[in-house]
T-cell receptor, first 112, second 114 residues
Framework: AQSVSQHNHHVILSEAASLELGCNYS??????LFWYVQYPGQHLQLLLK??????LVKGIKGFEAEFIKSKFSFNLRKPSVQWSDTAEYFC??????????FGTGTSLTVIP | GAGVSQTPSNKVTEKGKYVELRCDPI?????LYWYRQSLGQGPEFLIY????????DSGLPNDRFFAVRPEGSVSTLKIQRTERGDSAVYLC????????????FGQGTRLTVV
């Protein structure tokens, strides 16, 4: 079965700092990869996704992620975070069985 | 509808009672997923429907949990003999089930077993 690991459980940054959240997955076949965000009191929303093509994908609100197949990684980045980026971030993988498997999440706090 | 709708938004029940949680997916979405999310954790996969049938129910923790989707649209997650450990947010998501399409989530049902 697929599994997803997020190494950073809680990250605290000042506004304008750069962000990188790690995500590794275990699955040998073709995968679709996703980053979801959950703002306080809101439902999970898609930030960005990768399913084929350019391994560097851009999402909403200035986020991007790079798929590195050899490292089974899909790290999320943003050059300059804002206070409004405070949220929970979840990496997810969808394999051949069409189920979505999520990591345990990273809580990001941005200090103004 | 415009999005995935889950009812009720909150449910408090006594230990040992039976509960039903409802999910109304986005119209036309073939796939429907149920997840459970505990505080500080990521969504834990429970069951996945493709149309009316459960394509994968390997995430259901035990036989007290059951889910149906009789007409391939609305789904109900049923929990018998609830236990305090069942307290969590139960999330539903739906998807078009095409490569590259994401899952769209509802707001969840917060279940509290007292």
């Amino acid at each position: 079965a697929q599994s997803v690991s997020q190494h950073n459980h809680h990250v605290i940054l000042s506004e304008a700092a750069s962000l990188e959240l790690g995500c590794n997955y275990s699955y040998g076949g073709t995968v679709n990869l996703f980053w979801y965000v959950q703002y306080p009191g809101q439902h999970l929303q898609l930030l960005l996704k990768y399913f084929s093509g350019d391994p560097l994908v851009k999402g909403i609100k200035g986020f991007e992620a790079e798929f590195i197949k050899s490292k089974f990684s899909f790290n999320l980045r943003k050059p300059s975070v804002q206070w409004s980026d405070t949220a929970e971030y979840f990496c997810a993988v969808m394999g051949a069985g069409n189920q979505f498997y999520f990591g345990t999440g990273t809580s990001l706090t941005v200090i103004p | 509808g415009a999005g995935v709708s889950q009812t009720p938004s909150n449910k408090v029940t006594e230990k040992g009672k039976y509960v039903e949680l409802r999910c109304d997916p986005i119209s036309g979405h073939t796939a429907l997923y149920w997840y459970r999310q505990s505080l500080g954790q990521g969504p834990e996969f429970l069951i996945y429907f493709q149309g009316t049938g459960a394509a994968d129910d390997s995430g259901l923790p035990n036989d007290r949990f059951f889910a149906v989707r009789p007409e391939g649209s609305v789904s109900t997650l049923k929990i018998q003999r609830t236990e305090r450990g069942d307290s969590a947010v139960y999330l539903c998501a739906s998807s078009l089930l095409r490569e590259g399409t994401e899952a769209f989530f509802g707001q969840g049902t917060r279940l509290t077993v007292v």
